[in-house]
């Protein structure tokens, strides 16, 4: 091989090299770019997650005032918080709302993760016991304490997603955020 390199012309020899060159900037673009590509995919990722995880915060936020008004009416015979509960159950919807939009986003990039996806199989499940709860409610044919152990029910379900989704953030400081708020939701639901 090294004959024939010798027998090159100079012209030749110069078309090699540049050959070569530009092979090797190539290969490493494309080296480049597929790590660009997964960072993005993985920034992408994240993004959805954490909106996950503020979707999570904000139901149980919700549910949590729902559920105090729910105890609140039931307690009282119905005389207090009746006209509250719409306004909650309202609020309730509409982050049910938000967060089944965050998990359509990220279903697909989880789907590896049985894990993550049977927790949120069963937080949607959970969820879908509320019609029947304020249906309950609403007919004062549920004791109180009930009532709050359904709603608490949804909420742990909810809030244990927060470490499983930290588990499968990249960047470590949004996974840290994630698992720190995983521990505020949980004191805070108690």
């Known amino acids: 091989m090294l004959t024939r390199l010798r027998g090159l012309s100079v012209a030749h020899a110069m078309i090699l090299f540049s050959v070569l060159g530009i092979l090797a900037v190539l290969a490493y673009s494309g080296a480049r770019i597929a790590t ?4 993005r995919r993985n920034l992408i990722r994240d993004t959805r997650l954490t909106h996950l995880a503020q979707g999570i915060g904000e139901l149980t936020h919700a549910l949590q005032k729902e559920r105090g008004a729910s105890a609140g009416f039931l307690a009282s015979n119905g005389t207090h918080f009746g006209g509250d509960l719409a306004g909650y ?7 049910i709302a938000s967060l ?14 049985g894990q993550l996806m049977t927790a949120i199989a ?7 016991t ?8 609403d007919g004062q044919d549920i004791a109180s304490n009930a009532v709050i152990d359904s709603y ?3 909420n742990r379900d909810a809030i244990g997603l927060l470490p499983e989704i930290g588990k499968n953030i990249s960047y470590s400081n949004a996974a840290r955020t994630v698992q720190r708020h995983a521990i505020l939701m949980t004191a805070k639901d108690i």
Request: aromatic share 2%; proline share 2%.
């Open 36 to 39: 660009d590509f997964e960072q």
């Open 89 to 95: 159950r309202e609020e309730a919807d509409g982050s």
């Open 130 to 137: 509320l019609p029947d709860l304020r249906q309950r409610v």
């Open 100 to 113: 089944a939009g965050s998990i359509d986003a990220i279903r697909s990039d989880l789907e590896g993760d």
């Open 152 to 154: 608490t029910r949804i």
């Open 122 to 128: 069963a937080l949607e499940e959970r969820i879908r």
